[in-house]
């Protein structure tokens, strides 16, 4: 079992900056590929970006390209999400996911997932 807890959430200014943790339980941390993922009001959820194991390999959603970055420390099981430039169309709900297949490739999909945080609120303000 693998239990996924994110932080870092907040209210923050168009433009502004914040970067959001999620750490992970579990010694095999290091093999999973991780994703973030977001969900607006009245919306489906959206892949964000993916990082494989070894974090070689990030892949984005066109409207975060240039803004977002994921990164991981796998000694302390965390993978991070900073996010700058913010827009008021980032406002959502933004989720990690692990992918307990092992060593695999970077996956947009939710279903490709399957472990979830709690998610994390983040609201941007015009």
């Known amino acids: 079992q693998v239990q996924l807890v994110e932080s870092g959430g907040g209210l923050v200014q168009a433009g502004g900056s914040l970067r959001l943790s999620c750490a992970a339980s579990?010694?095999?941390?290091?093999?999973?590929?991780m994703g973030w993922f977001r969900q607006a009001p009245g919306k489906e959820r959206e892949f964000v970006a993916t990082?494989?194991?070894?974090?070689?390999?990030?892949t984005y959603t066109d409207s975060v390209k240039g803004r977002f970055t994921a990164v991981r420390d796998n000694a302390k099981n965390t993978v991070y999400l900073q996010m700058n430039s913010l827009k008021p169309e980032d406002t959502a709900v933004y989720y990690c996911a692990a992918d307990f297949r092992p060593f695999g490739p970077a996956k947009s999909e939710p279903a490709d997932y399957d472990y979830w945080g709690q998610g994390t609120q983040v609201t941007v303000s015009s």
């Open positions: 990082i494989t194991s070894s974090g070689s390999v990030t």
């Open positions: 579990g010694r095999t941390f290091r093999s999973y590929t």
